[in-house]
């Protein structure tokens, strides 16, 4: 009887406590992409990128272009050829090929660093912002609504508006 009445008092005194605790949760959400959409600076910075993929996607198409033309020149010469040259072109061929798969991959990885390089200043500003929010608003979660995170927002703010008037954007 005695255990029965501990265990009772301390289901009561928990629930009484995580029900306090509750009270003290404020939420709130934002939607990061559309703060990005409207960052001062990310105009500029997409614009540096698209010139940085233009660059490599000439550089790329060039590098196509030689090898489709070394690739006619051995389908127009092969005839006359020894095995000895036909297997040298082969060689220089697939060389090629691999130098183009080599370049497209070091491609790939330079944009990916590049970017993370050019928009980290965008989303360090705005992460700032938004913590500085939720600190002076008193929010205990701030929730990403842009990548999916949030399920459910009835009770949580959205804090877009305060957001973009401490960015000093409309």
Do not use: C
Request: aromatic fraction near 6%; hydrophobic fraction near 35%; charged fraction near 30%.
């Amino acid at each position: 009887m005695k255990k029965t009445l501990i265990v009772l008092l301390i289901a009561l005194f928990a629930t009484g406590t995580s029900a306090i605790a509750q009270k003290n949760v404020k939420l709130g959400h934002i939607n990061s992409n559309e703060l990005m959409q409207i960052m001062p600076g990310r105009d500029s910075a997409q614009t540096v990128l698209e010139k940085e993929v233009s660059d490599l996607e000439q550089t790329l198409k060039s590098m196509q272009e030689e090898l489709e033309k070394r690739y006619n020149e051995y389908q127009a010469g092969q005839a006359g050829w020894s095995d000895l040259i036909k297997q040298t072109k082969q060689n220089e061929l697939q060389d090629m090929s691999v130098r183009i798969e080599q370049f497209q991959k070091n491609a790939q990885q330079q944009l990916q660093t590049r970017e993370a390089e050019v928009l980290k200043p965008i989303i360090d500003r705005a992460k700032k912002a938004i913590e500085d929010v939720a600190k002076e608003n008193g929010y205990t979660y701030i929730f990403d609504a842009g990548v999916g995170t949030l399920l459910y927002s009835q009770d949580s703010d959205d804090i877009m508006p305060m957001v973009k008037k401490k960015l000093g954007l409309k």
